[in-house]
């Protein structure tokens, strides 16, 4: 008897080859793919600063502007996701101060980067526009300085941020 006529010969094997192989170039292909994770989902700070979440506020892209390490602006956007005004709190390691800055419900305020943003409203005065200086941050133009920013009643967060000094053209107004 002729070898293509039986049951489960040569010829299904040969029909059942290109599958086999068109499956494993998939499999080899997507493979990588599968399991490695999407890039579009890693969160991470788009510009120089650093940022945090604390409670209802969001700080975004902050960073100390400063020449000679001793004092620094804070510059950096604050945004309010909550339904009610807050009041964000602000401290360094080696301050004896804490700054404060209110931020009225659903907005942003961008510390130095809109010095028009100082107005009325009605629920008062909203902060903003002008940096925050800090005095006696001794940290120089390329470290960190640890900053701990709290909203509201929210549990605060310790964030790095880095210390620029002015030679870039848009961060050299900021210098104290």
């Known amino acids: ?9 040569p010829v299904k094997s040969r029909r059942l080859a290109p599958l086999a ?7 080899g292909t997507s493979g990588c793919a599968m399991l490695a994770p999407q890039a579009t989902t890693i ?16 700080v975004s892209n902050a960073v100390v502007v400063s020449e000679d390490g001793e004092d620094g602006n804070l510059i950096a956007a604050f945004t309010n996701e909550s339904d ?7 401290e360094f390691e080696g301050s004896s101060s804490t700054e404060t800055l209110r931020i009225p419900a659903m907005s942003s305020i961008s510390l ?5 943003a100082d107005s009325e409203t009605a629920e008062g005065r909203v902060d903003g526009g002008e940096p925050i200086l800090l005095e006696g941050i001794d940290t120089p133009p390329g470290a960190t300085l640890p900053i701990y920013f709290q909203s ?7 964030i790095q941020v880095p210390v620029l000094d002015g030679s870039v053209e848009y961060l050299a107004p900021f210098v104290p």
Request: hydrophobic letters at 40%.
């Open 152 to 158: 509201g009643d929210a549990e605060g967060e310790l």
């Open 43 to 58: 969160e991470y700070n788009p510009a120089e600063g650093a940022g945090a979440t604390t409670g209802s506020g969001v």
């Open 1 to 9: 008897m002729n070898a293509r006529h039986l049951p489960g010969g």
């Open 84 to 90: 009610e005004a807050q009041t964000v709190s602000i």
């Open 112 to 116: 130095g980067m809109d010095p028009d």
């Open 21 to 27: 192989l068109i499956a494993a170039v998939m499999v």
